[in-house]
């Protein structure tokens, strides 16, 4: 079948995306781009929220050896604390700042930005990375779905609310990079309340995206971070499992965001040892088309859909062969 081609009367498959546009990360190399970004470069300051462990401590190391220097925070206060000792080690004492903060609770979003803008007047890097994986079914789990709103997505809303007017008028160039996720995008069964809340985020960093370009002389720019199967504290259950072949590690994670946020990428899909790039395109398109086609809801999950599905991934596939 010809790249764009469509299954016409079987009403079974997207446009094929083209897969044109390589990266310039390669994950076994384990590095960033040496060239000096105006945003991500020692000196200027990073904050990072969900910095106690996972992706978010990887983040707050990773930029620390840059040189940037440190705000970080979360609900976890000795975990935090530990984290603060060791981004120390690596960057220097008067370089970092360990605010245990509640991102739920706006007023204490308001005291880590009065915090950080008192050290250092200003923000460079802003990664909105706090959350939390519960589960909520469509009718069941209600204080569950309350919990992750509060905040997987109005966490990032009040930080956002508080920050984003104040990097609006520094004079050097910042970024705001919020944590999304693939199941916002192509909302696997299993937790509707998580996907829910990762599909506003999306929604939510698209709009800020667009009110920062149009913006006259905005300084400022939004990212949405999609990582890939990432072995972290959410998904490590408890943290006593070893790490599974097919997931990609924190850092891992992390570095492939830092690199494509230096190449201006607004979305950040992250692949895995599993999951690779045209995979990732394939699903996206096929869970758009159920929309523009008129399938039945999450049709790549439906019995009567199972099989053209699967014809549908393989020929895509095949066509990078």
């Avoid at 009403?11 to 991500?40: C, K, M, W």
């Avoid at 789990?141 to 956002?160: A, E, P, T």
């Amino acid at each position: 079948m010809l790249p764009g081609s469509n299954h016409g009367s079987r009403n079974g498959s997207p446009l094929r995306p083209g897969f044109g546009a390589t990266t310039s990360y390669q994950v076994d190399s384990l590095s960033v781009a040496d060239e000096l970004h105006p945003v991500i470069h020692a000196g200027r300051v990073a904050v990072v929220t969900g910095a106690a462990s996972g992706i978010g401590k990887a983040a707050a190391i990773e930029f620390a050896k840059l040189g940037l220097k440190l705000a970080i925070a979360d609900v976890e206060g000795d975990k935090l604390a530990q984290v603060g000792k060791e981004l120390m080690h690596i960057v220097g004492e008067p370089n970092v700042l360990v605010v245990r903060t509640d991102v739920s609770k706006l007023e204490e979003v308001v005291s880590l930005r009065d915090k950080v803008y008192e050290a250092w007047g200003e923000v460079a890097v802003l990664l909105n990375n706090a959350g939390i994986g519960a589960k909520g079914t469509s009718w069941a789990g209600i204080d569950n779905w309350h919990k992750i709103f509060d905040v997987n997505l109005f966490g990032i809303v009040n930080v956002q609310q508080t920050f984003v007017p104040s990097m609006l008028h520094q004079e050097n160039p910042s970024l705001i990079i919020n944590t999304g996720s693939k199941q916002g995008i192509t909302n696997p069964p299993g937790n509707a309340a998580y996907n829910a809340s990762k599909a506003a985020v999306k929604s939510l960093t698209e709009g800020l995206a667009y009110e920062l370009r149009e913006r006259p002389d905005s300084n400022v720019t939004a990212h949405l971070f999609i990582p890939g199967w990432t072995f972290t504290g959410l998904t490590a259950a408890g943290g006593n499992t070893p790490k599974p072949a097919g997931a990609w590690t924190a850092e891992e994670t992390v570095l492939y965001m830092i690199d494509k946020v230096r190449s201006g990428d607004f979305y950040i899909v992250v692949p895995d040892n599993e999951t690779k790039r045209e995979v990732d395109q394939l699903r996206i398109m096929w869970a758009a088309a159920d929309v523009a086609e008129g399938r039945p809801a999450l049709s790549r999950w439906h019995k009567n859909y199972k099989a053209l599905f699967e014809e549908y991934m393989r020929e895509g596939l095949a066509q990078l062969e």
